[in-house]
């Protein structure tokens, strides 16, 4: 790599979490009702981390970024005023009419779309923010690699272009010029190791293949040295060689830049290499975090270990011969979150639910230092 981009100073201790994100919940409108996609989500990122999030397909782990990113009711709502739906359409206008008063569902007396909760950041709750100072913030303190590269690049602009783009929009003291913003442009391309980002920045996505799109995603997403980035399942649908570029591409920007990671990705072995500390998602819950050691290799809830075993890595077989253990997947599929279940929600799928676990929601606790678990049984629960 040649260039070197110059990083932000950074400030306060190791420890201290550039984010927080507290008791958060989200819900969808649809068709058939509230969709709860978050619920009640708690965890923090320190500085210079990388927290994973881990889990199944529909567990919530997007919405929590466009939670973040302060875009879920933007979404929310474009797809129930696309449906034309009445009843939907109130209850977005209940939900203009709790913000402007600061109200929650709660205090409404009625269950509302949208995000709720805390979402601190550099000491001040995103979810306060009107929109102008949410715009400085995201895109630039925070950015957001989506899932899927097709819709998020615009194909006839070219990669220079839009590697730009971030820069000149959070530029509000018309402070940049050309030349520092192609340096910047020419740093970041090179980091994630586009070669001869010199030439190539003035081709279009169309040239490019899905790993390097990919790699320009990701420069677009640290062009403007972000605090935090979000980066969603960034190594789908691509084969092992661009795979290992990518994450290369991830560790290289985290080192150079000193940058706090959400990573999201429900491939094990992605999750191993990265990240710190993992929360594991199902049903729209967290349902364990802490170390990633300890959650992916002595993983202390049904869940999780269910999860790990329906996609077993080569150790994960060896450990479950070595304890004489039998090696099942999950049975049955992920509840329908417009009507999740009572009780805790895997409880449908969990070979150790109880009436307990049917009627009552476990409570989300510590129960090692650090360490978090959402299970009733968890201390009864065999070695693994
Ligand atoms: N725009 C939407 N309107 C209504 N429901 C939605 C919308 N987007 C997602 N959902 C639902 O919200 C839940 C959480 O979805 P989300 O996309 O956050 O899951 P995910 O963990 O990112 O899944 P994946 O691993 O498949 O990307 C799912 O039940 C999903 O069907
Ligand atoms: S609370 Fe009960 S149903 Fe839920 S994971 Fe724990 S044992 Fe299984
Ligand atoms: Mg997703």
Redesign the pocket.
Known sequence: MSARVHRRAMTGGSDEPVLRVENLRAYYTSKRGLVHAVEDVSFDVKRGECVGLFGESGAGKTSIALAIMGIFDRVSRYYASASGNEENKRLWELRDEAKKKGLTSRDMGVELPGVEGHIWFEGKDLLALDEEEYRKIRGDRITYVPQGTKLSMNPYMTIGFQTAEPLWAHDEDNQLTERIVLRRVLEVLDLVELGDADLRRFQKPGQFSVGEDQRVLIAMALVTLPTLMIADEPTTAVDVGVRRRILDAIEMAREELGLSMILISNDQGVIAETSDRVAVMSAGRIMEYGPAERVLKRPG???TRAFIMSNPTMEVIRKIREKGLVLRGIPGSPPDMTDPPNG?P??PR?E???EL?KAEI?EYREVERGYWVF???YEELPEW
């Open positions: 809830h049904p869940f805790c895997f409880h969990c150790f639910a109880t676990c476990p299970c009733h049984r």
